[in-house]
Protein backbone atom coordinates (compact mmCIF):
# COMPACT_ATOMS: atom_id res chain seq x y z
CA UNK A 1 0.00 0.00 0.00
CA UNK A 2 1.06 3.54 -1.10
CA UNK A 3 -0.39 6.91 0.46
CA UNK A 4 -0.38 10.13 -1.55
CA UNK A 5 3.19 11.61 -0.82
CA UNK A 6 4.16 8.45 -2.54
CA UNK A 7 2.34 9.67 -6.25
CA UNK A 8 4.77 10.42 -8.59
CA UNK A 9 5.03 10.48 -12.38
CA UNK A 10 4.80 6.91 -13.86
CA UNK A 11 3.41 5.18 -11.06
CA UNK A 12 0.55 2.55 -11.47
CA UNK A 13 -2.34 2.27 -9.06
CA UNK A 14 -4.92 -0.19 -8.77
CA UNK A 15 -8.12 1.88 -8.93
CA UNK A 16 -11.94 0.47 -9.22
CA UNK A 17 -10.52 -2.98 -10.52
CA UNK A 18 -8.46 -0.85 -13.28
CA UNK A 19 -4.30 -0.24 -13.22
CA UNK A 20 -4.29 3.33 -14.10
CA UNK A 21 -0.54 5.26 -14.49
CA UNK A 22 -0.11 8.51 -13.06
CA UNK A 23 0.77 11.16 -15.98
CA UNK A 24 0.59 14.21 -13.92
CA UNK A 25 0.22 15.55 -10.78
CA UNK A 26 -0.14 18.63 -8.44
CA UNK A 27 -0.23 19.20 -4.16
CA UNK A 28 -2.44 22.01 -3.75
CA UNK A 29 -2.64 23.07 0.20
CA UNK A 30 -5.32 25.55 0.10
CA UNK A 31 -5.36 28.42 2.92
CA UNK A 32 -8.59 26.93 4.29
CA UNK A 33 -9.09 23.31 4.54
CA UNK A 34 -6.83 20.24 4.40
CA UNK A 35 -4.49 19.69 1.50
CA UNK A 36 -5.73 17.43 -1.80
CA UNK A 37 -3.71 16.20 -4.63
CA UNK A 38 -4.99 16.71 -8.57
CA UNK A 39 -3.78 13.79 -10.65
CA UNK A 40 -4.28 13.14 -14.01
CA UNK A 41 -4.61 9.01 -14.62
CA UNK A 42 -4.49 6.93 -17.93
CA UNK A 43 -5.70 3.94 -18.35
CA UNK A 44 -3.45 1.22 -18.76
CA UNK A 45 -5.87 -1.05 -21.14
CA UNK A 46 -7.63 1.56 -23.04
CA UNK A 47 -5.63 4.26 -22.78
CA UNK A 48 -8.51 6.99 -21.66
CA UNK A 49 -7.15 9.70 -19.65
CA UNK A 50 -9.54 10.97 -16.20
CA UNK A 51 -9.18 13.55 -13.57
CA UNK A 52 -9.02 12.59 -9.80
CA UNK A 53 -8.38 14.11 -7.08
CA UNK A 54 -7.46 12.19 -3.82
CA UNK A 55 -7.12 13.57 -0.05
CA UNK A 56 -3.85 14.08 1.36
CA UNK A 57 -3.04 10.97 3.28
CA UNK A 58 -5.15 8.66 1.42
CA UNK A 59 -3.94 4.90 0.77
CA UNK A 60 -3.56 3.93 -3.03
CA UNK A 61 -3.12 0.28 -4.44
CA UNK A 62 -0.02 0.51 -5.78
CA UNK A 63 0.82 -2.12 -8.67
CA UNK A 64 4.87 -3.33 -9.06
CA UNK A 65 5.38 -4.24 -12.20
CA UNK A 66 8.41 -6.19 -13.14
CA UNK A 67 10.70 -4.29 -15.85
CA UNK A 68 11.99 -6.70 -18.68
CA UNK A 69 14.05 -5.52 -21.48
CA UNK A 70 12.86 -6.02 -25.05
CA UNK A 71 13.92 -5.37 -28.79
CA UNK A 72 11.93 -4.76 -31.58
CA UNK A 73 11.78 -6.36 -34.50
CA UNK A 74 9.30 -5.58 -36.60
CA UNK A 75 5.97 -4.19 -37.86
CA UNK A 76 2.75 -6.36 -39.24
CA UNK A 77 0.13 -4.87 -39.75
CA UNK A 78 -1.34 -3.31 -36.49
CA UNK A 79 0.87 -5.21 -34.44
CA UNK A 80 4.71 -4.42 -33.99
CA UNK A 81 6.61 -7.55 -32.85
CA UNK A 82 9.18 -7.37 -29.97
CA UNK A 83 11.23 -9.99 -28.57
CA UNK A 84 11.95 -10.27 -24.73
CA UNK A 85 15.17 -10.59 -24.61
CA UNK A 86 15.67 -13.08 -21.31
CA UNK A 87 12.64 -15.70 -22.64
CA UNK A 88 13.53 -14.97 -26.59
CA UNK A 89 9.40 -15.26 -26.80
CA UNK A 90 7.63 -12.81 -29.34
CA UNK A 91 5.28 -10.57 -27.90
CA UNK A 92 3.55 -8.70 -30.14
CA UNK A 93 2.02 -4.95 -29.07
CA UNK A 94 -0.57 -2.35 -30.42
CA UNK A 95 0.12 1.19 -31.50
CA UNK A 96 -2.31 2.26 -28.87
CA UNK A 97 -0.14 0.48 -26.00
CA UNK A 98 3.03 1.72 -27.48
CA UNK A 99 1.85 4.97 -27.63
CA UNK A 100 1.96 7.84 -30.84
CA UNK A 101 5.14 9.94 -28.80
CA UNK A 102 7.31 6.68 -28.67
CA UNK A 103 6.11 5.54 -32.11
CA UNK A 104 7.81 8.03 -34.31
CA UNK A 105 11.24 7.50 -32.58
CA UNK A 106 10.65 3.64 -32.79
CA UNK A 107 13.75 2.00 -34.84
CA UNK A 108 13.87 -1.43 -35.62
CA UNK A 109 16.95 -3.11 -33.55
CA UNK A 110 16.26 -0.54 -30.78
CA UNK A 111 16.15 -2.13 -26.86
CA UNK A 112 12.99 -1.42 -24.90
CA UNK A 113 12.25 -1.80 -21.36
CA UNK A 114 8.67 -3.40 -21.27
CA UNK A 115 7.06 -2.97 -18.27
CA UNK A 116 4.97 -6.43 -16.93
CA UNK A 117 2.16 -7.48 -14.98
CA UNK A 118 1.85 -10.79 -13.95
CA UNK A 119 2.69 -12.18 -17.98
CA UNK A 120 1.22 -9.57 -19.95
CA UNK A 121 3.04 -6.05 -21.11
CA UNK A 122 1.01 -3.24 -20.06
CA UNK A 123 3.49 -0.22 -21.09
CA UNK A 124 6.52 -0.17 -22.70
CA UNK A 125 9.38 2.64 -22.31
CA UNK A 126 11.88 3.36 -25.21
CA UNK A 127 15.13 4.73 -24.38
CA UNK A 128 15.26 8.89 -23.36
CA UNK A 129 17.55 9.50 -25.78
CA UNK A 130 17.95 8.36 -29.43
CA UNK A 131 20.69 7.78 -31.89
CA UNK A 132 18.39 8.50 -35.36
CA UNK A 133 19.87 9.56 -38.74
CA UNK A 134 18.44 12.75 -40.54
CA UNK A 135 17.37 11.71 -44.19
CA UNK A 136 15.38 15.14 -45.11
CA UNK A 137 16.84 18.83 -44.03
CA UNK A 138 17.18 22.04 -45.82
CA UNK A 139 20.53 22.52 -47.09
CA UNK A 140 23.06 24.91 -44.51
CA UNK A 141 24.16 28.35 -46.09
CA UNK A 142 27.57 28.74 -45.79
CA UNK A 143 28.62 31.01 -42.75
CA UNK A 144 26.13 29.39 -40.09
CA UNK A 145 27.23 28.81 -37.01
CA UNK A 146 26.37 26.35 -34.74
CA UNK A 147 25.22 29.46 -32.11
CA UNK A 148 22.99 30.54 -34.96
CA UNK A 149 19.18 29.02 -35.72
CA UNK A 150 17.18 25.87 -36.42
CA UNK A 151 15.70 24.10 -39.37
CA UNK A 152 13.51 21.45 -39.24
CA UNK A 153 15.10 17.58 -40.37
CA UNK A 154 12.87 14.66 -40.76
CA UNK A 155 14.65 11.49 -39.05
CA UNK A 156 14.43 7.98 -40.67
CA UNK A 157 11.83 7.19 -38.26
CA UNK A 158 9.75 9.84 -39.51
CA UNK A 159 9.78 12.13 -36.25
CA UNK A 160 10.61 16.34 -37.31
CA UNK A 161 13.31 17.84 -34.90
CA UNK A 162 14.45 21.24 -34.95
CA UNK A 163 18.58 20.81 -35.21
CA UNK A 164 21.08 23.69 -36.14
CA UNK A 165 21.62 25.28 -39.58
CA UNK A 166 25.11 23.39 -39.58
CA UNK A 167 23.38 19.73 -39.59
CA UNK A 168 23.43 17.94 -43.17
CA UNK A 169 21.11 14.76 -44.31
CA UNK A 170 22.88 11.93 -43.42
CA UNK A 171 24.25 13.30 -40.31
CA UNK A 172 23.52 10.80 -37.37
CA UNK A 173 22.26 12.63 -34.13
CA UNK A 174 21.41 12.56 -30.95
CA UNK A 175 17.80 13.56 -29.70
CA UNK A 176 15.46 13.59 -26.39
CA UNK A 177 12.72 11.87 -27.04
CA UNK A 178 10.42 13.49 -24.55
CA UNK A 179 10.40 16.70 -25.48
CA UNK A 180 11.71 16.40 -29.56
CA UNK A 181 15.20 17.96 -28.90
CA UNK A 182 18.29 18.13 -30.92
CA UNK A 183 20.73 16.99 -28.13
CA UNK A 184 24.40 16.71 -30.40
CA UNK A 185 25.67 14.75 -33.80
CA UNK A 186 26.93 11.16 -32.98
Known sequence: ????????????????????????FQHVKPGK????IRTKLRDVRTG???????????????IRLEHRPMSYSYRDGDFYHFM??????????????????QLKYLKEGMECTGLVHGELVILLELPNF??????????????????????????????VVQVPLFVEPGTVIRVDRRDDKYLTRV
Open 84 to 101: DLETFDDIMLTEQLIGPE
Open 130 to 159: VELTIVETDPGIRGDTASGGTKPATLETGA
Open 33 to 36: GSAF
Open 48 to 62: AVLDKTFSSGEKLDD
Open 1 to 24: MATTADIRNGLVIALDGRLLQIIY
